[in-house]
C-alpha cells in the first residue's frame, strides 16, 4: 500500500496550520551563518538567530487571551489517529474505526504497517505516544481536562482511576513538534538525516511517555552554510577538503544544522545537507554528485 499523501494532506489541513504556525520542529532562522573556508584562512559572517512566533488570538474580531494548548494538543494528536484510521481502512474495511481499537494497535504494534520515510525506531516511539497519551486526548474530548499555570496539561481521571496522564509544558512542546515532523515527513515522503536526528532529539525528550529508551538524536540550533573550495581535474573529479569542514564545523557549530557548498573555480556550486554527505567521501565525479546534492 502506497501511502495516500493527498487524502492525508487534505484530511489533516487544519491540523497542519495548527502545528506548522505553533511548533515547527525545527524553528526557521532570522538569519544564517556562512563558514567561509574556501582559502586557508577561515571567514565567518553574521550570527544565528532563531525565531519566535508571537500569536494574537480574537474571539469576535476582538482580542483575546487565551492559552491555547489544548487545542494544539488536540490537533497533534489528530495527525496520529487519522494516519491509523488510514491504516485500518486499508486492513480492516472502511472506518470510522473506534479509537480504542486505534490505540491498542498502536500500543502493541499489532497490524500496524512502518510507513516511509521513518525508521522503526521513531515509528514505534511516534505510535506509542499516541498510544499513551489517549486519556489526554479523551478527557478533552468528554471529561474537560486541567491546564495548570506552569503550563501542565493533565488528564480528569475517570471514576475509580486513581492517576491520569499529565504532560509539562516541556513535554507538550516537544511533543507538538515531533508530531510537525511526523506530519511534515509523510506529506513530502522524505526525511533528511538532519530532521531524522531532531526528531529522535525530541523522542528522548518523551522517554516517560512513550516509554521505549532513547535513540540517537541531536537537536538542531541554528543553520550554518558551510563554504569549501573544490577542485576539478580534466576528467570532471572533484576534490575538496572534507576533513577540514568536519573539524570546524563540528567545533564551531555542533548543533547547527549545515549546508555544504562545493565552490568551483568556473563559478559552479554543488549544494547539499551537509549531513548527507557520504562519510569520508572528499572527491566524487561531478555528473554524479552524491544524492540529493545537486549542481548550481
Request: aromatic content about 6%.
Given at each position: 500500500m502506497t501511502f495516500p499523501v493527498a487524502a492525508f494532506a487534505e484530511a489533516t489541513e487544519y491540523e497542519r496550520y495548527i502545528l506548522d504556525t505553533f511548533a515547527p520542529a525545527l524553528p526557521e532562522p532570522t538569519s544564517g551563518h556562512v563558514l567561509d573556508l574556501r582559502t586557508d584562512k577561515l571567514h565567518q559572517h553574521a550570527n544565528v538567530v532563531l525565531?519566535?512566533?508571537?500569536?494574537q488570538a480574537y474571539?469576535?474580531?476582538?482580542?483575546a487571551k487565551l492559552d491555547l494548548t489544548p487545542l494544539v494538543f488536540g490537533?497533534?494528536?489528530?495527525?496520529?489517529?487519522v494516519v491509523l484510521e488510514t491504516q485500518l481502512t486499508v486492513t480492516?474495511?472502511?472506518?470510522?474505526?473506534?479509537?480504542?481499537?486505534?490505540?491498542?494497535?498502536?500500543?502493541?504494534?499489532?497490524?500496524?504497517?512502518?510507513?516511509?520515510?521513518?525508521?522503526?525506531?521513531?515509528?514505534r516511539r511516534l505510535l506509542r505516544l499516541y498510544a499513551n497519551t489517549y486519556d489526554l486526548r479523551h478527557s478533552?474530548?468528554?471529561?474537560?481536562?486541567k491546564l495548570h499555570p506552569d503550563g501542565s496539561l493533565e488528564a480528569t481521571p475517570e471514576p475509580g482511576q486513581t492517576s491520569a496522564t499529565t504532560m509539562t509544558r516541556d513535554e507538550l512542546l516537544y511533543f507538538f513538534r515531533a508530531i510537525q515532523e511526523m506530519h511534515s515527513a509523510l506529506i513530502s515522503q522524505t526525511l533528511s538525516a538532519r530532521r531524522a536526528g531532531n526528531l529522535g532529539f525530541l523522542l528522548n525528550?518523551?522517554?516517560?511517555?512513550?516509554?521505549?529508551?532513547?535513540?540517537?538524536?541531536?537537536?538542531i540550533r541554528g543553520h550554518v552554510v558551510v563554504q569549501v573550495r573544490g577542485e576539478e581535474d580534466d576528467n570532471g573529479r572533484v576534490t575538496f577538503d572534507l576533513n577540514r569542514a568536519v573539524a570546524e564545523t563540528s567545533t564551531r557549530h555542533p548543533d547547527a544544522g549545515c549546508d555544504l557548498?562545493?565552490?568551483?573555480?568556473?563559478?559552479?556550486?554543488?549544494?547539499?545537507?551537509?549531513e548527507d554527505w557520504p562519510a569520508g567521501r572528499g572527491?566524487?565525479?561531478?555528473?554524479?554528485?552524491?544524492?540529493?546534492?545537486v549542481v548550481v
Open positions: 525565531g519566535t512566533i508571537s500569536v474571539v469576535g474580531g476582538k482580542p490537533a497533534a494528536w489528530k495527525v496520529v489517529d480492516d474495511g472502511p472506518g470510522p474505526h473506534l479509537i480504542s481499537k486505534k490505540v491498542k494497535r498502536a500500543r502493541h504494534g499489532n497490524g500496524v504497517r512502518l510507513e516511509p520515510p521513518f525508521s522503526q525506531d521513531i515509528w478533552l474530548t468528554h471529561r474537560g481536562i525528550q518523551l522517554q516517560d511517555h512513550h516509554g521505549l529508551g532513547p535513540m540517537t538524536g541531536r537537536e557548498e562545493i565552490h568551483l573555480d568556473d563559478g559552479r556550486i554543488v549544494r547539499g545537507p551537509f572527491t566524487f565525479h561531478l555528473d554524479r554528485p552524491p544524492t540529493p546534492f
